[in-house]
């Protein structure tokens, strides 16, 4: 039998940069709605720790509003999870 125990919540990776292509964070200004995207290619998770709220911070550039940029700032938290899977046989 395989089994996969345990939990890596609250662990530091030792990675000082973390990346993940072809992971976005999407996010709406609460002033003017435009959508925000975070690529995750680009932004990283500094010195990433599993379970534990991470912020990310956006400034809304939007030229949408009367009367010049909009200038909105505010914060978005996530999680970090980690997780492993047992292949099963015969699987590729
Ligand atoms: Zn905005």
Not at 32 to 54: A, H, L, M
Not at 68 to 84: A, D, F, P, R
């Amino acid at each position: 039998m395989n089994v996969i125990e345990g939990t890596a919540e609250g662990v530091t990776l030792d990675i000082k940069r973390m990346f993940i292509p072809g992971v976005f964070l999407k996010s709406d200004c609460p002033t003017c709605n435009q959508t925000i995207t975070k690529d995750f290619e680009k932004e990283y998770f500094s010195y990433p720790r599993v379970g534990v709220p991470t912020e990310f911070y956006f400034l809304c550039e939007s030229d949408k509003e009367k009367g010049g940029y909009c200038n909105t700032e505010w914060v978005v938290k996530v999680t970090l999870q980690i997780s492993l899977t047992l292949v099963e046989e015969g699987s590729p």
